[in-house]
């Protein structure tokens, strides 16, 4: 206990906030406090640092500075804002540079006070608002009335605290008003804190005084943009992570992964990538193949490859404390662990047994933990697959290390203590491993997925919902899961398809694949001992089931790349809430049994029971030659009117993608008229960003059974000399096909209906 008191008085040096810094005052300052133990750290104004984190004085706080930092954007910090504790900003590119005055109409401003030593930022609710966002949650679209728990925490079948709090952070609060008018909240700091969404907006931190930035934007599209903005973009991924990816809970042995991949082609399942969990790993030691299961790991991706398939394997935090291991080795060697309250190398459980852990706030560990990469990639993996990063320790308190374990920093990185830096131990996690993957491979585009995660970690990696059960309820509930990832700024996410705990029967197997093969990551999981849960796992009728749901996503594969392109872009997500389609009906607002695939396809599960749906022209299509109105779980997909959408050739992975020859879609509006666009580049590679890609633009307009479709050419240098073209198009009674035909301006004459 003394030495606990000695350090803290040590990290409490009194340092006074200025309230605004900018990037480069940051820079300098966070320069020469590399050895807190001599430089100190930081905040301590109103309140005292305890071990479990800030310690305020009861009472109102008023706004120390606000002011415009860009286009309906505004930023506010309160009177005992101190830069220390939380800047830089983890969720923010850049430091926020104020550009003006908070206009006299704006509507939306934080109250800030201290109430039982936490700090708080309050926010009115406007009647008729829907609340959304807060990231990672189960339970419904509609925030509205919840409370969530910002602190990662390893959630097995979201059992924990009734899954208030699941593996991931994002203090972002997203609103819809009645006239379709929106706005977004960031409470900036990435203590554990709550987020109440009852009678007010409020954030309740463990940390010291936090600054909140407000957006208020004409519609809810524009405020994700302007999110996306301030937090950063996911970077364009390979084209073959957009596949169908098989995992389970270890595919084991060598033999068992090949034959897993021969299985797909045989049984003409499309399929991308097979997984490997920890059982490949000697002893759970992560960058260590075991020598019985997977003797030359190279021969394993070789095998893949040969087959069409990339392979994507599992690095978690946890480092087996055991001399003579070189990982163990070099990160002691380093001094690259996270250390207890006492400054001693923190040791928790996890599969290995005792594990040290890498304190990614310091630069040197970063760069070591990159550096692991090297070896590990050269065996000719693709992809890689960091688990446990929230982190999550057995023996530790709430399943996770000390809150008062101490984080070193470094650079522009604050030393302090766990409760400030867990919620953000992933992020720097898969930022570390990015950069090591990016460093072997400097020409493929990288491909991470991460459990933890803060808002803004899109920037590193894609993510899924982690150990959900193969439960209906689990099901229905992934779809408003992963579209509130998708309106707090993660566009590349989805569920462990058909359930990872618990069996899955073939009902709820064939029900989930037949619409969660149009998530943006469809990726089938399953925990060790359920059932086998490939598609063909549940007899001939599923797998026919399955193999016509694959058949859908990989023909409009060229319009889900589109979709990807477009949210590297603009931020956008590639699944959105059906209230995008418009959002000033009300009855939209809390509908999440069905979603949108972009702005132009509807996606309506057979399981929806009296479902809202948007206003306009939707017309069901057939994308694989199934018939979704008579089948029993093929989703019912509609096309918008004055849509056209590309679809592509029928492919077993996107090994074999091409756009030589296309098919559009055509549902004209109530004028005839229709549009659409197609990106296209090399797949993987950075061509893309020298103008290697073209995005063209289709439009196309009926009279009667003459259809004209002009393409054009919007950007790129990419050419494509004599792309074929067929159109179907969507009508009231169903859909006409035309002949193949090629050239800029086309006219198909298409047979009566
Ligand atoms: O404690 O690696 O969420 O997908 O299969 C379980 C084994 C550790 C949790 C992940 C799950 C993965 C499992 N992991």
Avoid at 179 to 206: P, Y
Wanted: hydrophobic share 35%; net charge neutral.
């Amino acid at each position: 206990m003394k030495t606990r008191i000695l350090i803290l008085s040590l990290l409490s040096i009194i340092s006074c906030g200025t309230g605004i810094t900018t990037g480069q005052e940051i820079a300098s300052s966070g320069a020469h406090n590399s050895d807190f133990l001599t430089s100190g750290n930081f905040y301590q104004k109103s309140g005292a640092i305890t071990s479990s984190g800030y310690n305020g004085t009861d009472g109102i706080a008023f706004i120390q500075q606000d002011g415009l930092i860009g286009r309906d954007i505004c930023i506010f910090y309160p009177a005992d804002y101190d830069p220390k504790p939380h800047e830089p900003s983890f969720a923010l590119l850049n430091e926020p540079v104020l550009t003006g005055k908070v206009p006299s109409d704006w509507a939306l401003r934080p109250n800030f006070y201290v109430k039982n030593g936490k700090a708080i930022a309050t926010l009115p609710i406007e009647e008729g608002t829907a609340l959304y966002g807060t990231g990672e949650n189960t339970g419904p679209l509609l925030r509205n009335g919840k409370k969530i728990m910002l602190w990662n925490t390893d959630n097995y079948k979201y059992l924990v605290d009734s899954g208030n709090r699941l593996y991931q952070s994002h203090p972002w609060v997203f609103g819809v008003r009645s006239d379709g008018t929106a706005f977004g909240i960031i409470g900036d700091n990435t203590w554990r804190q709550e987020i109440e969404l009852t009678d007010s907006i409020r954030f309740i931190s463990d940390g010291p005084a936090f600054r909140v930035i407000v957006i208020q934007k004409n519609s809810p599209q524009e405020v994700v943009m302007e999110l996306a903005n301030l937090t950063g973009k996911m970077e364009l991924p390979p084209l073959w992570a957009l596949g169908f990816q098989q995992s389970r809970y270890s595919y084991v042995p060598d033999t068992r992964i090949l034959g897993i991949a021969d299985t797909m082609r045989m049984k003409k399942l499309p399929c991308d990538v097979i997984w490997m969990d920890i059982d490949y790993m000697e002893k759970f030691k992560v960058f260590t193949f075991d020598k019985k299961m997977i003797p030359d790991p190279k021969a394993v991706n070789q095998g893949l490859h040969s087959r069409g398939f990339k392979s994507v394997w599992m690095i978690d935090p946890g480092v087996k404390v055991e001399k003579g291991y070189s990982v163990y080795d070099s990160g002691s060697q380093g001094d690259h662990w996270v250390l207890t309250a006492e400054l001693k190398e923190f040791n928790g459980k996890v599969w290995p047994g005792p594990c040290a852990f890498p304190d990614f706030t310091r630069p040197e560990t970063q760069s070591w933990w990159s550096g692991l990469y090297r070896d590990f990639m050269a065996t000719g993996i693709d992809g890689v697959w960091n688990d446990m990063n929230e982190p999550s320790v057995f023996d530790g308190p709430g399943g996770t290390m000390p809150a008062d374990n101490v984080h070193r920093g470094g650079g522009v990185l604050q030393p302090d203590i766990h409760l400030r830096y867990h919620n953000i131990y992933g992020m720097l996690m898969v930022k570390a491993s990015r950069e090591g993957i990016m460093k072997v491979n400097p020409d493929k585009r990288p491909f991470i997925l991460s459990r933890s995660g803060y808002l803004g970690s899109s920037r590193y990696a894609a993510t899924w919902t982690g150990d959900n059960c193969g439960l209906v309820e689990h099901m229905k509930m992934s779809i408003p899961m992963s579209l509130n990832l998708g309106l707090s700024g993660q566009p590349f996410n989805g569920p462990d398809m058909g359930g990872f705990a618990l069996g899955t029967s073939s009902e709820l197997y064939g029900q989930w694949i037949a619409f969660g093969t149009f998530f943006p990551f469809m990726r089938a999981h399953a925990e060790k001992g359920t059932n086998n849960k490939e598609p063909w796992a549940f007899g001939l009728e599923i797998e026919e089931v399955s193999r016509t749901a694959l058949n859908r996503r990989y023909r409009l594969m060229p319009y889900l790349y589109t979709l990807f392109y477009e949210a590297s872009k603009t931020g956008l997500p590639v699944m959105r809430p059906l209230f995008f389609a418009d959002p000033t009906d009300s009855a939209l607002k809390k509908e999440d049994q069905l979603f949108l695939l972009g702005n132009d396809l509807l996606i309506i599960p057979k399981w929806a029971v009296n479902p809202a749906l948007p206003k306009g022209i939707w017309r069901t299509v057939s994308i694989a030659g199934e018939n979704s109105l008579t089948d029993k779980y093929q989703a019912d997909v509609r096309i918008k009117g004055g849509a056209i959408i590309p679809l592509g050739k029928l492919i077993q992975s996107t090994s074999e993608y091409s756009t030589d020859s296309l098919t559009l879609l055509i549902c004209p509006d109530q004028q005839g008229k229709a549009v659409g666009q197609l990106y296209e580049d090399a797949g993987d590679g950075y061509g893309y960003q020298q103008g290697e890609y073209l995005l063209s633009s289709f439009s196309a307009e009926q009279q009667g059974t003459v259809v004209k479709v002009r393409i054009k050419s919007l950007e790129g240098s990419l050419r494509h000399a004599d792309r074929k073209y067929k159109i179907i198009l969507v009508h009231k009674n169903g859909a006409v096909e035309s002949d193949w035909a090629s050239g800029k301006n086309m006219k198909f004459n298409l047979p009566a209906n």
